[in-house]
């Protein structure tokens, strides 16, 4: 189910355009990340908060749709800790709680230093209807 | 002062990168725009949330910076109402509440069709300096 | 129904415990409000926040359950603006966005003397089952 | 200051009237818990989700204020995932991240028999004066 999900979501082409990949998904779990470059950074030459929760959001998606039932993410909250240093963002997206309609989940954002960026905490809507992957 | 915001905040290539631009910035208040393509979309064929997102947050980060007093978004929440139809999405960013550090915003994302997609409220801390436009 | 959805919110003993009323419900609309008393303030004498957080999460409650069909919060975002001045808290709920199965609302807590002490967004998830007023 | 930091927040009249209490501080954390009884019981008979709140909130006013200088909630998302059984509502509240002016902390709430009831995420500006505990 794992490689579907990962397959589904490299249909995702905002994600490929932003440069943000998954690198792993488990049931409830999905890790993503970003090489940054220069088109990433905003007016001070630091990381976009669009590029953060981009990130962060498609390990989110990942995460809540790795059951293989379609989840749509109904709100997310982001809070934004410290700047990144260096040039990799990973984002951790975990399960807290799933019920049969809805599922939360928290997503942490590191730079490769460790800095913990970014904490999003995101609920989905479960729909009847299953992911396909082609 | 809102000619030197647009200005300032032309620097932003994230934004650029994925086509959101300013059309009004007043005290207290901006609207960006963006316009839909391809490059946008989800594995669903849906406007993928982070763009949504980073158009809002533009606008957010305009309104806010809006009285030249450098402000850093702190945390924002992000509501998803529907998704959007037609080719333009539209971000108004009003201002909530303003003391001397903090400040609240109301970002509302509409499609062409005056469909609510989204709304967002934000939160920044404000620096002592000033933005700076060249 | 509006008088059935009042009855209703009668039976909300933590509510009464507190000293929150519901002075109006519509469809996708509610007002309380809250007389301010000593028990209602925290170690800093001013309005503890569960205080505020009571009061307006119980006109979200009103406003959400007002179409009749049984609404359950999912989740909610509170900001502070401000500490209140006089004896009065007033929370008005206001319908966003409503679908089948879920619906957003903005909740406002001003003070008597207008001042605009909070702003609560909150989602519900609507169930298939009617509520019952007696 | 972990006793003075209890002992300051026993001066909080709305926690004591609900009947949360403080069992554990130390710098970044704070555990509070709550006696279920009739008066904190909504319409639905079920615990009022200001209840679940209030609870909380309590548990991060006293992280946030552990380290002696005076935080002030700014703001604060609440996620529900299920409704308590037992009698015994515990919040344990951890801090995430803290800078000079502004900490976060996440705030879970569990029911006696170990059920995730909810998250908080919440936010505080932290002042410079210190909080004084007589």
């Given at each position: 189910m794992s490689d579907g999900i990962i397959s589904y979501f490299e249909k995702d082409r905002f994600a490929a355009f932003v440069g943000a990949k998954l690198v792993e998904v488990k049931p409830g779990y999905a890790k993503a990340m970003l090489e940054i470059s220069?088109?990433?950074?905003?007016a001070a030459d630091i990381v976009q908060g669009g590029v953060t929760f981009t990130l962060a959001d498609f390990a989110f998606a990942a995460a809540s749709n790795s059951h293989g039932q379609l989840s749509l993410s109904v709100n997310t909250t982001i809070s934004y800790f410290r700047p990144p240093t260096g040039k990799i963002l990973v984002a951790e997206a975990k399960e807290i709680s799933i019920t049969n309609k809805l599922a939360s989940y928290n997503i942490d954002v590191f730079d490769?230093?460790?800095?913990?960026?970014a904490r999003l905490t995101g609920m989905v809507f479960r729909k009847k209807e299953m992911i396909t992957s082609e």
């Open positions: 220069d088109k990433h950074l905003n490769e230093n460790g800095g913990h960026i």
